[in-house]
Nanobody, 122 residues
Framework: QVQMVESGGGTVQAGGSLRLSCTAS????????VYWFRQIPGKEREFVAA????????YYADSVKGRFTVSRDKAENIAYLQMNNLKPDDEALYYC???????????????WGQGTQVTVSS
């Protein structure tokens, strides 16, 4: 089981940028996929982006395409989420998760970390 720890959140003005990090507790194998999700209080956790560890193939929710970029540092076992042109709607608690098959349903994952808060002021 790979545990993931999120960091890098903060408060930015609308239009600003932040880079989130997701550090794995052990080596992420090439078959792994790292996901980013976010959750607003009172709403379900939603898929944001994902990256296949081996080839680096990326996936994005429509709401963040063109603004967010997911990447990974294979040597350090860290995934990143670069968020540009942030909007008030992006304000949420951001989580990452590890899986071995492509599944964007948050209900499929357990052992969530604490998440990292992103606050966007308008």
């Amino acid at each position: 089981q790979v545990q993931m720890v999120e960091s890098g959140g903060g408060t930015v003005q609308a239009g600003g940028s932040l880079r989130l990090s997701c550090t794995a507790s052990r080596r992420v194998y090439s078959s792994g996929i790292v996901y980013w999700f976010r959750q607003i209080p009172g709403k379900e956790r939603e898929f944001v982006a994902a990256i296949r560890w081996g080839f680096g193939t990326t996936y994005y929710a429509d709401s963040v395409k063109g603004r967010f970029t997911v990447s990974r540092d294979k040597a350090e076992n860290i995934a990143y989420l670069q968020m540009n042109n942030l909007k008030p709607d992006d304000e949420a608690l951001y989580y990452c998760a590890h899986g071995t098959s492509y599944d964007t349903s948050a209900a499929s994952y357990r052992n969530w970390g604490q998440g990292t808060q992103v606050t966007v002021s308008s």
